[in-house]
């Protein structure tokens, strides 16, 4: 089955302590990027890339740090997470190549709680 | 950047009732999605649809991208169809420009 998966779906942590949400896609898609959604803010785009080795910022990428070291796997980490970081955070990928013209498919989500 | 704008922002419906979204978008685009986020927060492709129309059982959508907007027509809804439905669009970074969001609550 075509899917994104991350993990772990929810997450309640420290100030301070590093963490990693996994990110995995078995659809062979080159672009994957990360969200976060917030109450009255909608989705904000967090990082992105276009292939392996390959990444850029998004709207909101001050916090986190990505890598992209195969082509399945974008994880995200919160180096050293804050309250403000707490957040519903989803993966995203599609094929890729073809810009703008192809249907972006997302995870299903990481609930992550900051304390 | 591309500004996106949902109506109506709520919605409460009774089961069996039909509805329509709207999404208007500020520029040109050639790529919007409609999605549906589920009470438990998974995000749902409903429909890619830059332009034309397309059917999926009681759902379809209509883009006119001349006229720079989108609907999202649900037909006979049922309790499963809560939830917040998003239009997305691409902006010229790849990036998806998400709407604002209509909440709606299907009672039976």
């Known amino acids: 089955e075509a899917q994104v998966t991350q993990n772990p779906r929810y997450l309640i942590t420290v100030t301070g302590k590093k963490l990693t949400v996994t990110c995995s896609q078995n659809?062979?898609?080159?672009?994957m990027s990360w969200y976060r959604q917030d109450p009255g803010l909608g989705l904000r785009q967090i990082y992105y890339?276009?292939?392996?080795?390959?990444?850029d910022k998004g709207d909101v990428p001050e916090g986190y740090k990505v890598s992209r070291k195969e082509k399945r796997n974008f994880p995200l980490i919160l180096e050293s997470p804050s309250p403000n970081q707490t957040s519903l955070y989803f993966c995203?990928?599609?094929?890729?190549?073809?810009?703008?013209?192809?249907?972006?498919?997302f995870g299903p989500g990481t609930r992550l709680l900051v304390l | 950047g591309i500004q996106v704008e949902q109506s109506p922002p709520d919605l409460i419906l009774q089961e069996g009732a039909n509805s329509t979204l709207r999404c208007n978008f500020s520029?040109?685009?050639?790529?919007l999605q409609w999605f549906h986020q589920n009470p438990w927060g998974q995000l749902i492709n409903l429909f890619y649809?830059?332009?034309g129309t397309k059917q999926n059982g009681r759902l379809s959508a209509t883009t006119v991208a001349t006229e720079r907007y989108s609907l999202l027509y649900i037909s006979s809804s049922q309790t499963t169809d809560s939830g917040v439905y998003f239009c997305?669009?691409?902006?010229?970074?790849?990036?998806?420009?998400f709407g604002t969001g209509t909440r709606l609550q299907v009672f039976p």
């Open positions: 995203a990928s599609r094929e890729g190549g073809g810009g703008a013209l192809e249907t972006q498919y």
């Open positions: 659809m062979n898609h080159e672009y």
């Open positions: 890339s276009m292939n392996v080795e390959v990444t």
């Open positions: 520029d040109s685009v050639n790529n």
């Open positions: 649809i830059p332009s």
């Open positions: 997305a669009v691409v902006e010229n970074t790849d990036k998806l420009i």
